[in-house]
């Protein structure tokens, strides 16, 4: 069960998709009014959010930001008709861990869940301390699992460890892992049915890998498809990887994805 909180000026969308939440047992707060929507976001401290683009007299892209502010740690998610991959940008860059356009299905928004339930998780088991890590982290992953919180839990620890700040270390970096080891498990594992993941802490960038040995990936199409457009409601896992690192590019045939992200956000003065 989760606390969500829906922000959209449309009342038939919001009982929809509230009502259809609450049938599948969660706690469900709607608002139509933006300038409310940070009193309801304090009092109500939801799991999840999800923040309509076009609001009356504000844009969707500032509220995600402002909401931001009061809780760094706040999993927010974007709502838009507009299937626009510079679009699915900009709402990374404003706090955004992905994006649906409309008309989505609730299928597509219990993908978005399961990321938040796994961050949500991984943030607290990083909080709780204990979690030794070294120069580089490497993780051995099963492919017939799905993703972990405890492996994501150890990119955070790594990446606050190798003074990244909280956005990097608690949004970035484990949700572009989070889907880079959702395509390994799906497509890249091999025989043995495992991959690997490794994180390398350079100047200023981190530099994550995934490894397969699954079979060759014609990632050149694949990533100029993701960049050309969004074709469905939900981003994909690549379209997500490219917005939130500052390269991405492959090696070995495809088997090997490479990563880099930048361990501070251009917003930050430190």
């Known amino acids: 069960m989760s606390r969500i909180l829906l922000i959209d000026d449309d009342p038939q969308i919001n009982e929809v ?63 838009t008709g507009l299937a626009d991959f510079g ?11 992905s994006m649906l356009c409309k008309p989505y299905r609730v299928s597509d928004l219990a993908g978005l869940l399961e990321t938040a339930v796994l961050l949500e998780a991984a943030v607290a088991i990083e909080k709780a301390g204990d979690l030794s890590v070294g120069d580089n982290l490497r993780l051995e992953c099963p492919a017939h699992e799905a993703v972990q919180s405890d492996d994501l839990a150890r990119l955070m620890a790594f990446a606050h460890a190798c003074g990244c700040d909280d956005d990097v270390a608690m949004r970035r970096l484990p949700v572009a892992a989070c889907e880079l080891m959702r395509n390994a498990a799906t497509h890249g594992a091999g025989e043995d049915g495992t991959f690997s993941l490794e994180v390398f802490n350079r100047w200023r960038d981190l530099e994550l890998r995934v490894c ?40 070995d045939d495809g088997r090997v994805a490479c990563a880099r992200m930048s361990k501070r956000t251009a917003e930050d003065p430190s």
């Open 87 to 97: 679009l699915l940008k900009r709402a990374v860059e404003a706090g955004a861990c």
């Open 17 to 79: 998709v509230k009502t259809t939440l609450e049938l599948l047992g969660h706690v469900v707060a709607a608002v139509e009014d933006a300038d409310q929507s940070r009193r309801v976001f304090t009092e109500f401290r939801p799991d999840l959010t999800l923040v309509d683009y076009s609001l009356p007299g504000r844009s969707g892209l500032d509220l995600l930001q402002e909401l931001g502010k009061e809780r760094p740690d706040a999993i927010r998610f974007l709502a």
């Open 212 to 251: 397969t040995s699954g079979p060759a990936f014609a990632w050149e199409r694949a990533v100029a498809r993701a960049r050309a457009g969004m074709n469905k409601s939900r981003a994909s896992g690549l379209q997500l990887v490219l917005a939130l690192t500052t390269e991405l590019r492959y090696e």
